[in-house]
């Protein structure tokens, strides 16, 4: 989660924008619950406070949205991708979405896509590519260089084709949701 | 070049274009990745001449660096917190034998109760040692400052101490200009000692120095510390002139021009705090932001000039002396002496405890009202403290405060300890 918001910053910063990330700190051991940050901006950025009221909230762990207050701050006007293979109206949020919009709220398989193009479960990558076809903040350019800037050789290039998956899973499932909007 | 980086590795990097002859150095959380990443640089052949030396403990890396500078050798190394602590004795040795050596301090609260974030409390241990203390605001002026603090130690013999905040610069990734080789080359002579053990021309440093003459000695740092604060601006104006970097100096401010109310405050908080005075100029308040860069020296005079026209003078600052108050709001109003303002302290993000722009936009709006009392402590949960005052009046056995207060937010997993008769 670290490196993934370290990456998403690397990227942003690529485009020619400004670009903080920093993890939660102090509870980074196997298991518990690990939160990392990234600010984008077009002016420089000088608060060192934790984002408060994000944009995006990007879920890694799904076993995590009932134990923990994910979504405190976020708008309804905000994006929310969750990893799993499940629908976002499987989660069990019940209500709690009704008032967002939902062409912003979105799943994605990313450790599977992880498994299958890297062969671990690290969804970083995936989660990156889901997020740059969700919000349109970044383009699948700049998280593939990032990526490839990252983890040099074959692990980048195996990470890039689970971002560019993901990707392309997102970009899918969004104009779906658009076709069955305008019918 | 600018480059999107880890406020350690910048540092890092920094530190290598240096061209540091002894680096020693023991692991201690949030400094490890700058040691670490120093440690690779040596082992991989890309600084040298250069020894990297494992040591067993804090006391031990000083103990080193400073018979590496008294040899001649240019020596860094790092620490936070009980590190710091640890070495303190040292510490003292280096600042009295008038040693250059520069140090990064990743600022780290001190236990107990033991915690790994940050505050200031451990660089505030440590000011009256004799160490030039800098602050950085940001991962850019973290790494310009360790080219300016070897040069500024090495033309004073006086030790440097970079202040940077723990984690929250440490090992925040954000855009960094590093220096070019030849930049700092030019701007950092080779490093010519004052004083060397050197076998062909022997002399002994570290002698024993009685009533007749220890105050001298004493005085004479005094002295040495007092030039800093002319040669610590002359640096950064130099290498203002040559980078467009507006990195070091003594102090620097943010729309002060008609403020009413100044905040003063070190480090990496001065960010937020920018925000947030923005937030309140629009709402029409007229507030502004005095950083101090130099802790130590401590520039009363700028710090007075810069404060001066104020009404009311809100330190923040992230350590406090227990029983008292504020540390730098002692320094800070005896800079004031004599100007009629009110001075109040703030004591803020304590052990990592965020520093929100809300909590500082309703702190402006409190001081504004002139409702700021002279001490108060951000953000306090004072139903938790009185949760656990009543506990303590109620039961002798009363336990651990700290396991208390933590089993009262609910993050304890242990069970409450048991009703004592």
Known sequence: MVTAAEILSVAAFDEGRRAQAFPSFGSERT????????????????????????????????????????FSGLSKDGYVLVNTSRAFDELGFGDFFDKFRPERLMTCPATE??????????????????????????????IDKAVRERFAGLVGERNVAAAAAAFSYVTSKEEELTRASTN | MLRQIEGSRAVAETVALCRPEVVCAYPISPQTHIIEAVGVMVKAGELAPCEFINVESEFAAMSVAIGASATGARAYTATSSQGLLFMMEAVHNAAGLGLPIVMTLANRAIGAPINIWNDHSDAMAVRDAGWIQLFAESN??????????????????VPVMVCMD???????????????????????????????????????????????????????????????????????????????RDSGGLVRSYRTEDADI????????????????????????????VGITSFRPFPAEAVREALCQARQVVVVEKAFSIGFGGVLSTDVAMAMQGVETNLRTVVA???????????????????????????????????????????????????????NLLRDRGTAATAPVKEQA
Do not use: W
């Open chain 1, 31 to 70: 298991g518990a619950p690990v939160v990392s940050f990234c600010r984008i901006d077009d002016r420089e950025i000088r608060t060192r406070e934790p984002v408060m009221e994000p944009d995006a909230v990007i879920i890694q762990d799904v076993t995590l949205i009932h134990q923990v207050d994910l």
């Open chain 2, 262 to 289: 100044l905040i003063v405050a070190l480090g990496s908080v001065l960010g937020t705090i920018k925000d947030a005075v923005d937030i309140r100029r629009e709402a029409g308040e007229r507030v502004g932001v």
């Open chain 2, 140 to 157: 850019q002026e973290a790494a310009d400052l360790h080219v300016q603090a070897f040069r500024l130690a090495e033309e004073l013999s």
């Open chain 1, 113 to 142: 896509f992880a498994l299958e193009h890297v062969g671990r479960p690290l969804p970083n990558a995936a989660l990156l590519g889901g997020f740059a076809a969700l919000t349109g903040q970044i383009t699948m350019e700049a």
């Open chain 2, 349 to 403: 993000g304590l052990g990592g405890r965020s520093i929100t722009r809300r909590s500082l936009e309703e702190l402006i709006e409190t001081a504004g009202r002139d409702e700021l009392e002279t001490l108060t402590f951000l953000d306090l949960d004072h139903g938790a403290v009185e949760r656990e005052r009543a506990r303590m009046g109620e039961t002798r056995r009363s336990g651990p405060s700290a396991e």
């Open chain 2, 166 to 244: 723990g984690f929250i610069l440490t090992h925040a990734v954000e855009g960094v200009d590093i220096l070019d080789q030849s930049f700092v080359d030019s701007f950092l002579p080779p490093y010519e000692p004052r004083q060397v053990l050197d076998t062909n021309d022997p002399v002994s440093i570290g002698a024993m120095v009685g009533p007749e003459a220890f105050e001298e000695v004493k005085y004479l740092a005094h002295l040495r510390q007092l030039d800093a604060l002319v040669r610590i601006p002359a640096i950064a104006k130099e290498f203002a002139d040559a980078t467009g």
